[in-house]
């Protein structure tokens, strides 16, 4: 089993940054950041490959997100910049065991999941 704990959520106006940690209990293949607003379906955001570092972004958020690793401490971090309303959601940080990604913005290609962390930016 693996746990995945978050931190870093909060409130900021839009224009703010905000950095969401992830630690996992056990390496795996892939971590990501997904979010959830209500009433809306959960939505990839990032993905890191742990082992070759590739990177994947959904398009709202390219050049605005940066998603990273410290795979010593088997943490990802997603920092956000340039926050905007729209951004508002629960984070939820996932973990795949899978060795190759075929699907990575499905929610059924990660089996681990962390509790979530609260965004919300006010206009």
């Known amino acids: 089993q693996v746990q995945l704990v978050e931190s870093g959520g909060g409130s900021v106006q839009t224009g703010g940054s905000l950095r969401l940690s992830c630690t996992s209990s056990?390496?795996?293949?892939?971590l990501a950041w997904f979010r959830q607003a209500p009433g809306k379906e959960r939505e990839g955001v990032a993905t890191i490959a742990t082992g070759n570092n590739f990177i994947y972004y959904t398009d709202s958020v390219k050049g605005r997100f940066t998603i990273s690793q410290d795979s010593a401490k088997n943490t990802v971090y997603l920092q956000m910049n340039s926050l905007k309303p729209e951004d508002t959601a629960m984070y939820y940080c996932?973990?795949?065991?899978?060795?190759?990604?075929?699907?990575?913005?499905?929610?059924?290609?990660?089996?681990?999941w962390g509790q979530g962390t609260q965004v919300t930016v006010s206009s």
């Open positions: 996932a973990a795949s065991n899978l060795a190759i990604m075929v699907r990575r913005w499905d929610v059924n290609s990660y089996q681990f």
């Open positions: 056990r390496s795996r293949y892939y």
